[in-house]
């Protein structure tokens, strides 16, 4: 076998070894693991009454006429 031969193996050889580690990504905890222990970051809420809802913002037929297709199956218009 010539030096250019075992290049290539050598070669094909090494790209095969880091293929086969590309596919285990789990393995090596490349994503995020979901934790219990995470800080819980407050909501600043503006209480500007300029950005609470108007009285038309909560109509329910004037909604429902701008969302058009609206599917009573998937969406509400009352908190759960």
């Known amino acids: 076998m010539d030096p250019s ?4 193996y050598l070669l094909l050889l090494s790209v095969g070894l880091l ?3 590309g596919f ?3 393995f090596y905890l ?7 222990s ?9 209480p500007d009454p300029a950005f609470d ?4 913002d909560l109509n329910e037929t004037e909604l429902r006429s ?10 509400s218009v009352s908190l759960p």
């Open 5 to 8: 031969h075992q290049c290539v």
């Open 19 to 21: 293929v086969d580690r």
């Open 24 to 26: 285990c990504q789990h």
């Open 30 to 36: 490349l994503r995020p693991i979901p934790s219990d």
């Open 38 to 46: 995470l800080p819980l970051v407050d909501l600043k809420e503006d």
């Open 53 to 56: 809802p108007k009285e038309r």
């Open 66 to 75: 701008i969302l058009g297709d609206f599917d009573l199956r998937y969406l």
